[in-house]
């Protein structure tokens, strides 16, 4: 008799993925004033709707919604021009299974290769392409992505992670850490990513701390894209589901019968939504894709509840949710926009700390929350997985789940984990960001197993840190250069306080105005950016002063304050990011206040480069429309744009169209999202 072969210990190591990618491009220099233009927007339900939720669910959707996205930059600078490139990648590997991660995009992990029957588990998009879903603008689609912060897609989706490997919790192989500091809410995090030795699953602990003296709201959601397929189906431990549109209505639906159709089968639905399901108390959270033939991909997670909120049997991950594209062409112009000609589409299975996405959880000073999740693959019998009977199809996937990876070794594996949380790592492999390092040195967090390096504070930090150590902020860059943007601006209370404590000064007046914004206080912003103007005349608080105007019900001074911040800016020659991110707001505010050959001045002064942009031949044609040029503004439509920017659930294209004709809109302007 031949031996079994032995498990090859899991391994972790550097790799190089390449792939078509369209660059960044630079940051927006802005601060970005305005509240997320988030699709779930909780304040959308009306209060009937809000009487019949339950109550720890209706106390959630009103707690701690993001109102700014700021520290974080806007990311608006990418096209879709695409080019083969070589990007760092760890990946993990057994026997087994071999996962890819991209430490460079938010620790995605791009691809879950099935060694013994040569699947790919995940949808792995083939093209790196950024689209504007994250709450602070790229995002890509594919893979497993690790979403903290606030509703939506974290502002690390295209943002570099910290990244080493330290010995598995069970002493044999390798484990990957990632961690990072998210921004918005000022936590650290950690994702611990393990492959046991002989294991058809991936293991992912997570752990998510506050080191403050006063409670966090926390969000938490794992997204998993997997290929969609006329026969893929999603199956879940549920009867009912959350049913959230694009038209911002919630609503409990049976599963998986609703409207006439199986909503577990993706492409049944004809609209984007999200379903999410409510799953029982106590009950073993999963949620599988399950293809024609049997085969898919099943996510998993440990039940035991922490302390805090949820009560005793409660589930700390135990949200589940299905995205659906829907067979509408909408959906379908977004699927082929977020990657290349001939790749199939997809659809995402979910995983989340409440039950729906448009809900935080409090996390108390000092505390953590932690959980372990596991990916692997599915084989069911496809009549089984498949029937009619929705309760005998669930009940079937929840046996084949436990027969593979019983329940009893996840919670196993989460125990065994839990003491080697605090272990440092003992071989650096990425580095992150400086924003943690900066953080620890300004409250002297102890965060043990994550250590933030003071080696990676760089250019964006060095005046914090300068701020901290002496008291003042540097203002010469912005009285030598009034067309460089000042620099990014740091808004929690702990920053605020060193500002306002601080020597006034153009640059420390500009970057107080905005933490006081960010507070509320706008008055005092107000005054802030009226000192930086009346010591250096730049475009930076002149441009926050516009946006003040508008957010008072002043668009007239708006329009004027957004054009003088333009035509400073042209005149002083900045460079040109900051001229388009000052154009794409100050075309439309002269636009609202019928200033269109004005609105004309300012984009036929932009840089050709900005000016060829796919948003600038929109605002072009807008201008067009609204001097009365209107076979001019049709031109410009039938030679073809592409709005690289374009945000989830943004209408402008289409309302830009209504106001040039009533013909249909063409297929490739089509991007809405909702019905009619």
């Known amino acids: 008799m031949t031996p079994k072969p032995r498990p090859t210990t899991p391994t972790v190591r550097r790799a190089t993925l390449t792939l078509p990618v369209a660059p960044l491009g630079p940051e927006n220099p802005l601060p970005a004033l305005g509240s997320p233009p988030e699709v779930h927007d909780p304040d959308a339900l009306d209060p009937a709707q809000r009487a019949g939720l339950p109550p720890d669910m209706a106390a959630q959707l009103g707690y ?103 010995p598995a919790p069970d002493g044999r192989g390798r484990m990957l850490r990632l961690w990072e500091w998210e921004r918005l809410r000022d936590t650290p995090f950690q994702v611990d990513l393990w492959l046991p030795e002989g294991s058809d699953f991936l293991y992912a602990a997570v752990r998510v701390r506050n080191p403050h003296g006063h409670t966090v709201p926390v969000y938490w959601w794992s997204n998993t894209a997997v290929p969609e397929r006329p026969a893929t189906r999603v199956l879940a431990p549920a009867e009912t589901a959350w049913l959230f549109g694009y038209e911002r209505r919630l609503r409990r639906v049976p599963v998986p019968h609703w409207d006439g159709a199986d909503r577990s089968y993706p492409l049944h639905s004809r609209y984007p939504a999200d379903f999410f399901y409510e799953v029982p108390d106590g009950a073993r959270p999963w949620i599988a894709a399950v293809e024609a033939d049997g085969t898919g991909l099943v996510q998993t997670s440990t039940v035991s509840p922490p302390p805090g909120p949820w009560g005793p049997g409660r589930c700390p991950h135990r949200g589940r949710k ?26 995402e299975i979910q995983a989340g700390l409440a039950r729906t996405q448009l809900e935080h959880v409090p996390l108390a000073p ?74 620890v040195a300004r409250g002297g967090h102890d965060l043990p197993g994550t250590p933030f390096d003071p080696a990676t504070l760089g250019p964006a930090q060095r005046p914090w840190r300068s701020l901290l150590t002496t008291g003042r902020l540097p203002q010469a860059p912005l009285e030598a250069q009034p067309g460089v943007p000042p620099g990014p601006s740091l808004v929690s209370p702990a920053w605020r306080e060193r500002l306002e404590r601080a020597p006034g000064g153009p640059l420390t007046d500009y970057h107080l105005g905005v933490a006081r914004w960010h507070a509320g206080d706008r008055a005092g912003a107000r005054g802030s950016w009226e000192r930086s103007l009346a010591a250096v005349r730049s475009p930076w608080p002149l441009r926050c002063l516009a946006l003040a105007d508008a957010a008072e019900g002043h668009p007239g001074r708006a329009a004027g304050r957004a054009l003088a911040a333009a035509e400073l800016a042209l005149d002083l020659g900045a460079g040109p990011a900051a001229l388009a991110a000052l154009a794409r707001e100050a075309v439309p505010a002269l636009l609202a206040s019928g200033r269109a050959d004005d609105a004309l001045g300012v984009w036929e002064r932009l840089p050709a480069e900005v000016r060829a942009t796919g948003r600038f031949r929109l605002l072009h044609a807008g201008i067009l429309i609204a001097r009365g040029e209107k076979a001019a503004a049709r031109a410009v439509f039938d030679e073809g744009f592409e709005v690289a920017d374009l945000r989830e659930g943004d209408e402008i294209i289409g309302d830009t169209w209504a106001a040039l004709t009533d013909e249909p809109l063409p297929e490739q302007y089509d991007f809405r999202m909702r019905p009619p």
Do not use: M
């Not at 691809?111 to 588990?121: A, C, D, F, I, N």
């Not at 599915?378 to 789940?401: I, S």
């Open 322 to 347: 299905l995205f659906v594209w829907g067979s509408g062409p909408g959906g379908r112009r977004w699927q082929r926009w977020l990657t290349q000609p001939g790749t199939g589409g997809y659809a």
């Open 64 to 166: 701690a919604p993001l109102t700014s996205v700021l520290p974080t930059p806007v990311l608006d600078g990418y096209g879709r021009d695409r080019a083969a490139t070589a990007l760092p990648a760890l990946v993990i590997e057994n026997d087994r299974l071999r996962a890819t991660v991209l430490p460079g995009y938010g620790g995605r992990v791009h691809s879950l290769h099935h060694k013994p029957t040569g699947r790919e588990l995940l949808y792995a998009n083939p093209v790196l392409q950024p689209a504007c879903f994250a709450l602070n603008g790229a995002w890509f689609s594919g893979g497993i992505e690790w979403n903290i912060g606030a509703t939506g897609h974290t502002t690390l989706s295209c943002a570099p992670v910290h990244a080493a490997a330290l």
């Open 366 to 439: 000092g505390a953590e929350l932690h959980w372990l999740e596991a990916y692997g693959p599915l084989a069911a019998d496809p009549a089984a997985a498949h029937a009619g009977d929705w309760a005998a199809a669930r009940e079937h996937v929840a046996a084949r789940l436990e027969a593979a990876l019983p329940h009893a070794e996840v919670e196993a594996a989460h125990a065994a984990w839990l003491p080697h949380a605090d272990r440092d790592p003992d071989e650096p492999l990425h580095a992150g960001s400086g924003w943690g390092a900066l953080e």
